[in-house]
């Protein structure tokens, strides 16, 4: 196949999602973005012969420099000073892709825009970017022919509103020229293909009226969205993308719905007034959701008192008439159908969803919780949990003398995430009769498994006695944390105090003086333990002597009956987690909570909800723990 080498003039710009696992560095302010990718873009205009683009990442394809030297970082393409949000820290090419960092500033006027990323509302990333050499990959004689850049430079970045469709990108130039004039260089050994290339052209101006023509019908009720039509031309925008963004702007609620939107009050519920804003509107009613339901909310929405006479039905409503939709002569099963598909109700059943479960896991048994730390995991890879040991000792320096280095030990257990979850149905016949109550209740009681969930782990993993990094269980002779069997009395609990209390640090280096907080045990004990813990005596002895382990003593009770199914005479003595982390409770940190997503049912006639936790266990020191295997 014949190659030709060309020139491109100008600067072009494209447009990529941001990526989900993009890290956010909240502290200096700085986000990790995919900025290009070898994705074929097709290049068209009225002008010029339509050629679809393969932009190149092998090496020496992509020249960096500008990246690297603290490129740009504008707010859609803008030149504006005040729309100069950041500077580009750093950039490589990574598996076909050019990554950069980005670093936001922190004028005032950018806060949220941040704020924006951070909660991915602004996701679109465009990329200006100028071609010095391309070769034809592919000759296409029933349309564009194909090119892959093998030269061609990043200059700017910038986050974008509205992205342009990625096949028919047009590129700009800075003063908002259509640029991406073809200057051959060498001889051309293309064969005749005029007729070809005017088929293309004329096919491709075809299509090009046709999505104007669509996007003008799309728009037509709406005079008032002139703006947002005029930019969804402009930007190459197709049907699908064209219906969403009007979608968005009609559930703003700034201005009037269409001719035959549905009225606050036609449900028969009165008349009330709806939040303007989308994002208001759902939380509103995602409120007023839960609290007809019975779940507690700390904090509802000012709105959501005005919407608690409303019906899951009439809540459907008011979500399609948000969207210009008439719902007077819907029957049950199409109104709750179109606003499944349509509208931002199932967002409204999620939210409400996810507040009960939440509320479920929180109102959980939770006794795990008192002697196990609180940790986060970014991703589902396998990590390695250090806990620093002490340092030694601090030596005296005498006049003129010298420091010496000390040194400082580590102690680590591995630990990856587990994921939890579980189906729940919501039948078409439960939303019609509004039976909100009995699908709020099982979300409630999905929260409250995730909660046990937890606790089954935890006490599993303490009953197994696990093998820690030195080859030694979890409580073993050489550790230090095993005391003498006995039943609960002043006398055991004194020797596991004293156990804990003369544990040193990783290498012996010194004592970490640990102070005893909880005493964990199963059902069987309880009582006895009840008796020691608030007796002001010891109760083994008739001479009334004190019981240092008596009533406001600083020592904690906790029972569990998972405990009784290994043994019914072991107990334990465990330090205050938050100044020793010895056993944690690993969390995913973009979603530490439960989590309920939503789908129309496939399998069954009305909704699917997926409940979701993500979870682990790891002890990361035995010096934390003690315990009594008992009589």
Known sequence: MPTQKQKVEGTLYRDIELRADSVIDEENRTVRVSVSSELPVTRASFFREPWIEVLGHKDGEVDLTRLE????????????????????????????????????????????????????????????????????????????????????????????????????????????????????????????KVTDIQNAVDKGVAQERARVSTINSIFEPYPQLESVRSACIENGSGEDEARKLLLEELGKGSFPAGRDAFRPGESGTGHFSMPERA???????????????????????????????????????????????????????????????????????????????LTGYNEA??????????????DFKTHFRVTAGQISNLELVQEDGEYTYGTMSELGQSV????????????????INDDLGEIM???????AAAGRLEADLVYGMLVSNPTMQDGDTLFHANHNNVGTAGTPSVTTLGEMQTLLRKQKGVGDVAYLDLQPYVIVAPVALEVTFQQLLNSIYDPANANNTYNPFGPNR?????????????????????????????FDRVLLEQQPQPFVAMQDGWSIDGTELKVRHDFATVVNDYRGAVRNAGA
Request: aromatic letters at 8%; hydrophobic letters at 35%.
């Open 69 to 192: 030297n603290g490129a740009s970082v504008h707010y859609n393409h803008s030149r504006k000073r005040e729309d100069r949000i950041g500077v580009v820290e750093s950039a490589g090419v990574r598996n076909g892709r050019v990554e950069a960092t980005l670093r936001i500033s922190k004028r005032d006027d950018v806060n949220d825009l941040w704020q924006d990323i951070r909660d991915g509302v602004l996701t679109n990333i465009s990329v200006g970017y100028s071609i010095d050499e391309r070769k034809l990959t592919r000759e296409n004689k029933d349309g564009p022919d194909e090119y892959r850049i093998t030269s061609w430079t990043p200059h700017e970045v910038s986050f974008v509103d509205i992205p342009a469709d990625p096949s028919v990108g047009v590129g700009r130039n800075e003063s908002g020229e259509m640029m991406y004039r073809v200057v051959d260089l060498g001889e051309q050994t293309m064969p005749d």
């Open 279 to 357: 994002d208001d509107f759902v939380q509103a009613a995602t409120d007023a959701l839960c609290l007809r339901s019975g779940v507690r909310i700390e904090k509802p929405h000012a709105g959501a008192q005005d919407l608690m006479g409303c019906s899951t039905r009439d809540v459907a409503k008011l979500c399609l008439g948000r969207i210009g939709m008439n719902t007077s002569r819907m029957s049950p099963n199409d109104l709750f159908g179109r606003a499944h598909t349509t509208s931002d109700f199932p967002l409204v059943l999620q939210n409400a969803g996810s507040k009960s479960a």
């Open 365 to 378: 048994a939770n006794s795990h919780r008192e002697f196990t730390s609180e940790t986060f995991a970014k």
């Open 416 to 431: 990856q995430l587990g994921t939890y979850g579980r189906l729940f149905a919501i039948s078409r016949q439960a939303l």
């Open 441 to 447: 209740r099982q979300m409630s009681n999905a929260g």
């Open 554 to 582: 600083g020592v904690n009770l906790v029972v569990d009956p998972r405990l009784d199914d290994d043994s019914t005479t072991a107990y334990y003595l465990f330090t205050d987690p938050g100044r020793f982390s010895w």
